[in-house]
């Protein structure tokens, strides 16, 4: 059975940091990129960062890149991705994703709300 369990969210003031995780189990954590994806409420999801498997390449969109970094544990199969400087397009219930790097194959997780106010 293929889990992605998201956890670390929660309520921050503008400007403060998050620090995201994903646990992984039921595939070969080698054989995937690794991703978070966001969504707020009346918009599409979009993605956040990725890191492939197995050379560990991040990729970052334009809208939190050098505000986070993208890592994987790969013992214990997890992706965290510490997030800082917390803004208000931030908002949003953020979902891990797994992807098969050369099959059209991917899993979701059930997602973590960041929420951000004063």
């Known amino acids: 059975q293929v889990q992605l369990v998201e956890s670390g969210g929660g309520l921050v003031q503008p400007g403060g940091s998050l620090r995201l995780s994903c646990a992984v189990s039921g595939i070969n954590f080698s054989a995937y990129a690794m991703s978070w994806y966001r969504q707020a409420p009346g918009k599409e999801r979009e993605l956040v960062a990725t890191?492939?498997?197995?050379?560990?390449?991040?990729y970052y969109s334009d809208s939190v890149k050098g505000r986070c970094i993208i890592s994987r544990d790969v013992d214990n199969y997890i992706v965290d991705l510490p997030i800082g400087g917390l803004k208000i397009a931030d908002p949003a219930l953020y979902y891990c994703?797994?992807?098969?790097?050369?099959?059209?194959?991917?899993?979701w997780g059930q997602g973590t709300q960041v929420t951000v106010s004063s």
């Open positions: 994703n797994a992807t098969e790097i050369l099959y059209p194959v991917e899993y």
């Open positions: 890191i492939t498997n197995p050379t560990g390449t991040p």
